[in-house]
């Protein structure tokens, strides 16, 4: 599964926000872009989808500025990824429809299903993930994808047993 510019950019913004905020801080538009290193007018496009869809707010002012809407253990990356994520099953299906309009597979694809399912995977996975700790080192990060994935491969296994 690819991860677009879009959810890694909107990702690491969140995580500026989530830093900030255990300093009880909130960030300016511009210092979210040079902290990333991101244009000014694409961080003002994620925060405007970000704002949207809840996960952020903002405020005017000489002490405005943006921040989490709620605490960033509250937050799960599968809810970040689908507010920043664009493409759905039915997206997928209409990009490789060849030459046509339409993919010649539409009413009966053995396909379909493994997109379905790899979605579903990635996205249970992520529900176990939160902002709060993707703060930590890449090595504790590592470590809990690491243990999210045992935990899933052994729950699987006792069900197919």
């Known amino acids: 599964m690819k991860i677009s510019a879009q959810e890694e950019y909107g990702l690491r913004c969140l995580l500026q926000l989530a830093r900030a905020d255990q300093q009880r801080e909130s960030l300016t538009l511009n210092q979210i872009a ?5 244009s000014v007018a694409n961080a003002g496009k994620l925060m405007w989808i970000l704002n949207k869809a809840g996960l952020v707010q903002s ?8 921040r989490l809407s709620r605490p960033a253990a509250e937050v799960r990356l ?3 990824i689908s507010v920043l994520n664009d493409e759905s099953v039915e997206t997928h299906c209409k990009s490789y429809a060849g030459v046509l309009d339409s993919c010649v597979h539409t009413g009966d694809c ?8 790899l979605h579903q995977i990635v996205d249970n996975a992520l529900s176990e993930i939160t902002l709060s700790q993707l703060l930590g080192t890449e090595a504790n990060v590592d470590a ?3 243990k999210i994935q045992g935990v ?3 729950t699987d296994s006792a069900l197919q047993a």
Not at 34 to 38: D, T
Not at 110 to 117: S, T
């Open 144 to 146: 809990l994808l690491h």
């Open 110 to 117: 053995g396909i379909r299903p493994v997109i379905v399912e």
């Open 34 to 38: 040079g902290l990333e290193g991101i």
């Open 78 to 80: 599968n809810e970040v």
């Open 152 to 154: 899933k491969h052994r």
């Open 59 to 66: 405020q005017r002012g000489t002490k405005g500025g943006y």
